[in-house]
């Protein structure tokens, strides 16, 4: 597969907020293309897909474990945090996977496990076996099952306790995740040393952040719920103040599953800063409850109630990643209704959640995986896209756990999906074969070959999104309209002036979207841009000019969206020269 004229390798450029504008896509090394036939994915099959990544638009590729590990839990079980899994290549490969990136001007993030281990990790082996030895409070060791009975189970379809027995030690052991997976103990100044350590080896190999998995879990205590204790902020923000002093530029992202106003400890305050950003969690879920509801309501509400970050901090919004859709975030009532909307067979249902993939979730449905991707990418925060959703690929209920959708990346309609080339029955997970997302035809090569495509419209979105900072660096102020269908907030980011341009460089843009399932009109309050005229960011044609009143008068089909520029009628006249007044080379 060709991508046009050999690309320009320029180089990483310097842009000390590019955690706050890229768009990152996750992608599993052993999911997304296999170079030497053994049917697993590896990092040279990565590294050949670069140029791919790059056409779509892709800033940061976000890669989650590759270390070595028994893969109980997807690699999540990290045995050796130094060396990375033999099937993947070698540290020399990984190497070249970060240079190839940078040539093209992409960065790396990638996992750092650290709440736990796999219960392979040589630390938890010399941990059972010699509780004198330097290893044997590198665990949560106790003698009873009885210690933290109020705290939550997390992966509740498979573990009924936070404690396993290990008939080595004769003691339990805890773990908030699996029972192969015990929980380092956080007191330990040995496991806090090793912890910064590890986070050092990677730094100094290249990589530009690091996803803190599992990250409220670290300590644990009596009085509280093992999440979020003051001394687990006490350690990130140790940790931050080591890579701010010998790794400036490096970002590090939370996973913590919380509600907005416990995440928002994972920034840290502009003093004492934690993590520079931190998954939005509870805007995901309200989502595709919109989509189905036709209501904005939830939505809307998440979005209005925005909380104070500290400066240069970002959330990290996604639609879908490896994990089931977690429906943590949302009360009883709104889960049961989700589950019976989007995983009417039990089988779809995992913990607290739901494991299938976009395009699958939304019916293979173009207008609403279009509106759920528009919503992502213009929210306040940096998109995250997951592998194989921009082509709509399925899932397959079938296989266990979360590999229902982890299965191979979509190349084209040969062997294996030309993922690989090894025998079908060699693969560790089968390619989807099912009616509707067949690789026959759900395809990245198909999809190429369609500018109608999903892969082509994405494509488009990035580039436009691109085109305009204010996606990634302004604010989002949310709009009232007088329908309850219709969701609408306003972009707004005032650039510094720069060489190219001087003067007002502010850009105000107005996203629009309908859930409606039919054709609806709304009017939209917009006071602050009376009489102001708005373009269409696509293709630049000229709309209904906003009312004297303030107010403007939108026409939406079914599940549709506008992004639209505002322009003061006196500072531009034209739609195109209105569009392109900020360009992102000479946005700082
Ligand atoms: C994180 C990962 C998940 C994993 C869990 C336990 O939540 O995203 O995939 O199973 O940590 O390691
Ligand atoms: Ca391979």
Request: proline content about 6%; glycine content about 8%.
């Amino acid at each position: 597969m060709s991508f046009g004229a050999p690309m320009m390798l320029p180089g990483l450029q310097r842009d000390e907020h590019w955690y706050q504008r890229g768009v990152y896509y996750e992608v599993l090394v052993g999911s997304y293309a296999d170079s030497n036939g053994d049917g697993i994915g590896d990092f040279q099959g990565l590294i050949s897909k670069l140029d791919y990544l790059q056409w779509l638009g892709v800033d940061v590729i976000w890669v989650p474990p590759f270390f070595e590990s028994p893969l109980r839990d997807g690699g999540y079980d990290v045995a050796d945090y130094r060396k990375v899994l033999p099937d993947y290549g070698t540290i020399d490969d990984f190497r070249e996977l970060v240079t190839q990136a940078h040539a093209r001007n992409m960065r790396v993030l990638i996992d750092i496990v650290i709440n736990h281990t796999s219960d392979q990790h040589e630390w938890f082996q010399a941990s059972r076996e010699d509780p004198e030895g330097p290893y044997g409070d590198f665990y949560v060791w106790s003698d009873t099952d009885e210690k933290y009975q109020d705290y939550r189970i997390i992966f509740v379809d498979t573990e009924e306790s936070n404690w396993t027995f290990d008939p080595i030690r004769r003691q339990f052991f805890f773990h908030r995740f699996f029972s192969h997976q015990p929980d380092l103990n956080f007191e330990s100044p040995a496991v806090q040393r090793e912890v910064f350590d590890i986070v050092r080896f990677w730094l100094d190999l290249g990589v530009d952040g690091c996803r803190l998995d599992a990250i409220p879990y670290l300590f644990e205590s009596e009085e509280g719920t093992g999440e979020s204790e003051p001394e687990t902020h006490e350690f990130i923000q140790r940790l931050r103040a080591m890579v701010d002093d010998e790794y400036p530029g490096r970002v590090l992202l939370a996973e913590a599953n919380q509600w907005p106003h416990e995440v928002v400890d994972y920034f840290g305050t502009d003093e004492e800063p934690e993590c520079h950003m931190a998954f939005d969690f509870p805007t995901m879920p309200r989502i595709f409850y919109a989509l189905r509801s036709q209501l904005k309501g939830e939505l809307e509400e998440i979005l209005r109630d925005q909380l104070d970050i500290p400066k240069g901090a970002a959330w990290g919004v996604f639609l879908r990643n490896h994990d089931e859709l977690t429906l943590e975030m949302v009360d009883e009532d709104y889960r049961q209704t989700m589950y019976g909307w989007y995983a009417y067979d039990p089988r779809m249902r995992i913990n607290v959640g739901i494991r299938r993939r976009l395009a699958p979730l939304l019916e293979n449905s173009l207008d609403e995986i279009k509106l759920a991707n528009a919503i992502l990418l213009s929210l306040k925060g940096s998109p995250i896209l997951y592998y194989g959703d921009e082509i709509g690929m399925g899932d397959n209920i079938w296989l266990d756990d979360r590999d229902a959708s982890r299965t191979p990346m979509q190349w084209s309609p040969d062997r294996n999906a030309g993922f690989s080339t090894a025998d079908p029955g060699k693969l560790k997970l089968p390619v989807v074969q099912s009616l509707v997302y067949n690789y026959g035809h759900v395809n990245v090569e198909a999809q190429m070959a369609q500018s109608g495509s999903l892969l082509h419209w994405m494509r488009g979105m990035l580039q436009l999104r691109r085109q305009h900072p204010v996606f990634g660096m302004g604010s989002l102020e949310v709009v009232e309209t007088n329908h309850e269908s219709v969701l609408a907030y306003v972009r707004d980011y005032r650039g510094q002036p720069s060489k190219r341009h001087s003067g007002d460089r502010r850009e105000r843009i107005l996203c629009a979207f309908s859930f409606a399932d039919t054709p609806t009109s709304a009017t939209i309050s917009l006071p602050l841009d009376a009489g102001s005229r708005l373009f269409d960011l696509h293709g630049g044609q000229e709309f209904p000019r906003i009312g004297e009143d303030g107010e403007v008068t939108l026409t939406f089909g079914a599940k549709q969206f506008y992004w639209l520029y505002i322009a003061d009628p006196e500072f531009v006249d034209t739609a195109t020269s209105a569009i392109s007044i900020i360009r992102p080379d000479d946005a700082s």
